[in-house]
């Protein structure tokens, strides 16, 4: 079998079988489109350790971040070790394949103060009615107030919804299901978006759509209409162009553990599969504690 079919089969089996999210699944197919391009007609059984080595030097030699690196060498990794599992070859060429450590760099966050104030004047703007500025409060007020992935947040329908238990229910990556707690804010915000906002949307669907957030058509908003509303208001705040979503489940995420809120309650809300994902966020919390003490203190 060529390297590169073995690829879409294994890429196949992370979607249909292990139901990895969509976003998952398109790195792993890009990291090996990568690997079958960079030795093109293949076969599986002909991939060796220095074939491997080889696709990472030259990645080097292009500029690739180190991130990059450790992401193709875990793909490759993770692929080898499915084909040997799968019978189509005796033994995985990778196992000794090494790649540098990807740096982690502390999330960029939002003070506490600015996003109130940012959220006091999506709520002022949405105040006059207007269906799109009303969906998009409660869509800010459900990011940061539940710290949901856009994906997430995207997925929900009404029915998703308990406004009187001030509850949401996202499903996950790996299609993990997970009820997740707001806020009287976001369940305002809500409240209006659903009584006010939604109904007007419906009205321009051709097709009558079950999702909670609707888009100026009436179908379920994408992704890219809620990356386009957090750049829009946020990149002023932080000082930064490139800002999406994932940046206000960090700021949420932040401010729950300044305010004391237990790690893992903090693992179970954000539904990280590995606690080591969430202690990144103790160290925002630690890192801004140093630089308050750094400013503050006479002898700093």
């Known amino acids: ?13 992370l979607d249909r079988v292990r ?15 990568d690997l079958s391009d960079a030795a093109p007609g293949l076969a ?11 696709w990472l030097w030259r990645a080097t030699q292009r500029g690739d971040a180190r991130a990059t690196l450790a992401r193709r060498a875990a793909a490759a990794r993770s692929f080898f070790a499915w084909a040997v599992e799968e019978g189509l070859i005796p033994q995985d060429p990778s196992l000794r394949l090494v790649a540098p450590r990807r740096g982690r760099s502390l999330p960029t966050v939002a003070s506490r103060d600015a996003m109130i104030q940012l959220l006091d004047h999506q709520r002022e703007a949405a105040a006059a009615g207007d269906p799109i500025a009303l969906r998009d409060h409660a869509m800010l007020e459900l990011l940061y107030g539940a710290g949901i992935r856009v994906s997430e947040l995207c997925g929900l329908d009404v029915d998703d919804l308990d406004l009187d238990r001030h509850t949401a229910r996202v499903m996950g990556k790996g299609a993990k299901e997970r009820v997740v707690p707001f806020g009287r804010p976001a369940g305002d915000g809500l409240g209006a978006y659903l ?25 379920r908003v994408g992704p890219r209409a809620v990356y386009a509303l957090v750049a ?9 162009e490139t800002v999406g979503p994932h940046a206000l489940r960090h700021t949420a ?28 966020y103790t160290h925002v919390s630690a890192e801004r504690l140093a630089a308050t003490y750094r400013l503050a203190h006479p002898r700093a």
């Open 232 to 240: 829009d208001v946020l990149a002023p705040v932080l000082g930064t």
């Open 19 to 33: 139901r990895l999210s969509p976003a998952t699944v398109r790195a792993y197919r890009s990291d090996l489109r």
């Open 195 to 219: 009584t006010r906002g939604r109904p007007a949307l419906v009205l321009r669907a051709a097709d009558p759509s079950a999702a909670l957030f609707l888009g100026v058509r009436g179908g």
């Open 1 to 13: 079998m060529e390297l590169a079919a073995a690829a879409q089969s294994f890429t196949d089996h």
């Open 253 to 280: 995420a932040t401010h729950l553990l300044d305010g004391g809120a237990d790690l893992r309650a903090v693992q179970e809300i954000l539904g990280h599969a590995s606690l080591g994902t969430t202690q990144i």
């Open 44 to 54: 599986l059984d002909q991939v060796t350790l220095e074939t491997l080595r080889d």
